[in-house]
């Protein structure tokens, strides 16, 4: 990828956009691979589940997501380049009559309550400057027995990284907090390390939280 200082990386990572938006894209799926994994094997998408995804970029493990019967997955970006290459990417792998990117925030979801069976943020929780409006626009548009998995950086390392500066840090028992204050029941916690390139591309030991909560 092209070399951006720490404060346009930080600007990319928000909202890939303009002529680097399709760079950074790639670099976040090889610099997010194995969390992602992680992840969406936590969340566990069974057969005709509908599955929500805030943040996925263009879209590059949706596919992952679509392996149950009769599963649809809807994901909900900020980055117009990434709605477009999203779809473009579920279109050329034959999914987009079970799987769509659109374009929406996370503090007002385009989906109708209590519409998903599962939903997944990965390394988004730092563009919530509050979580509790967008817990609670989880809570909504989750079914009762709905499940939320939640993977982001541990506060100290992610206070380690130069791009991660004007991020919101949240440390792990404060979202378990705001989880249950917005109506879920935390059900697995996981720790995710990995020694790894960055999304700047230096190598680091990596320290992640997986959350795995339940709309009550």
């Not at 346009?8 to 691979?33: C, I, K, Y």
Request: overall charge negative; aromatic content about 6%.
């Amino acid at each position: 990828m092209m070399m951006l200082d720490a404060p346009t990386l930080a600007a990319q990572l928000r909202q890939p956009h303009g002529e680097a938006a399709l760079a950074v894209a790639d670099s976040m799926n090889r610099s997010n691979g194995a969390l992602n994994l992680a992840a969406i094997g936590l969340l566990a998408v069974g057969a005709g589940e509908q599955v929500l995804e805030v943040g996925p970029g263009n879209a590059a493990f949706a596919p992952l997501m679509l392996q149950a019967t009769g599963s649809h997955y809807l994901g909900i970006e900020l980055s117009t380049a990434m709605v477009e290459a999203g779809n473009q990417r579920l279109a050329s792998a034959g999914l987009a009559e079970r799987a769509a990117m659109r374009h929406g925030d996370a503090h007002a979801l385009p989906v109708a309550d209590a519409a998903m069976d599962a939903a997944l943020a990965v390394n988004t929780l730092y563009f919530w400057p509050n979580l509790a409006p967008v817990l609670d626009e989880l809570a909504r548009v989750l079914r009762r027995g709905g499940r939320l998995c939640l993977a982001f950086g541990d506060a100290s390392f992610m206070r380690s990284l130069p791009f991660a500066a004007d991020f919101q840090l949240h440390e792990l028992d404060v979202v378990e907090l705001a989880l249950r204050v917005s109506g879920f029941r935390v059900s697995a916690w996981r720790s995710h390390r990995e020694s790894a390139a960055g999304n700047d591309g230096q190598t680091r030991e990596k320290h992640f939280h997986l959350l795995l909560a339940q709309r009550r």
